[in-house]
T-cell receptor, first 115, second 114 residues
Framework: DQQVKQNSPSLSVQEGRISILNCDYT??????FLWYKKYPAEGPTFLIS?????DKNEDGRFTVFLNKSAKHLSLHIVPSQPGDSAVYFC??????????????FGTGTRLTIIP | ETGVTQTPRHLVMGMTNKKSLKCEQH?????MYWYKQSAKKPLELMFV???????ENNSVPSRFSPECPNSSHLFLHLHTLQPEDSALYLC?????????????FGPGTRLTVL
């Protein structure tokens, strides 16, 4: 039973437009959420995170929004650039696991930016 | 350069073979992790080591045996694997295993079990 779901396996967006990647979770104990980005033949790299005390976190072109009541988070990339083409993983962890971090990952969404 | 290296990058083995995956981190971190990524499945945490002590074994079959001789090195010893164990095995490290620590991943070992 997947506790973190990324229902869109792929997404194509025109360069310069906004990319929106979505993630849903079922475990109400999750309190900390992260997005990782993965290029082919490389490991995932950390992109941005958000804790449940906030509903938005922004870092340059990347913004993560959290809707706790809907158990939904999204990653916005604006403007999208060709180098953003990668697989994006959503991950979540319960705050009660402090000191023994255990992330639960989604299956990923492959983002393709069209020049 | 992620600071986390994994060898080999690709491995093909038979079900009766014994092999080992190696992970090394050059970041001065104290926590290391093994993950498994099967096709079309999410990354699954296998093992966590914090200050060389195993703190998590996520119900992994005994045919996978981790070893952490020091904070910089992590091994995954494989024996009598099954074809369904074919996957990408990712190693990661983080400063202390704390909740808000960022995990840094290696490039992975693509394992094929024949």
């Amino acid at each position: 039973d997947q506790q973190v779901k990324q229902n869109s396996p792929s997404l194509s967006v025109q360069e310069g437009r906004i990319s929106i990647l979505n993630c849903d979770y079922t475990n109400s104990m999750f309190d900390y959420f992260l997005w990782y980005k993965k290029y082919p033949a490389e490991g995932p790299t950390f992109l941005i995170s958000i804790s449940s005390i906030k509903d938005k976190n922004e870092d340059g072109r990347f913004t993560v929004f959290l809707n706790k009541s809907a158990k939904h988070l999204s990653l916005h990339i604006v403007p999208s650039q060709p180098g953003d083409s990668a697989v994006y993983f959503c991950a979540a962890s319960p705050i009660s696991n402090f000191g023994n971090e255990k992330l639960t990952f989604g299956t990923g969404t492959r983002l393709t930016i069209i020049p | 350069e992620t600071g986390v290296t994994q060898t080999p990058r690709h491995l093909v083995m038979g079900m009766t073979n014994k092999k080992s995956l190696k992970c090394e981190q050059h970041l001065g971190h104290n926590a290391m992790y093994w993950y498994k990524q099967s096709a079309k499945k999410p990354l699954e945490l296998m093992f966590v080591y914090n200050f060389k002590e195993q703190t998590e074994n996520n119900s992994v079959p005994s045919r996978f045996s981790p070893e952490c001789p020091n904070s910089s090195h992590l091994f995954l010893h494989l024996h009598t694997l099954q074809p369904e164990d074919s996957a990408l095995y990712l190693c990661a490290s983080s400063p202390s295993g704390g909740l808000t620590d960022t995990q840094y991943f290696g490039p992975g070992t693509r394992l094929t079990v024949l």
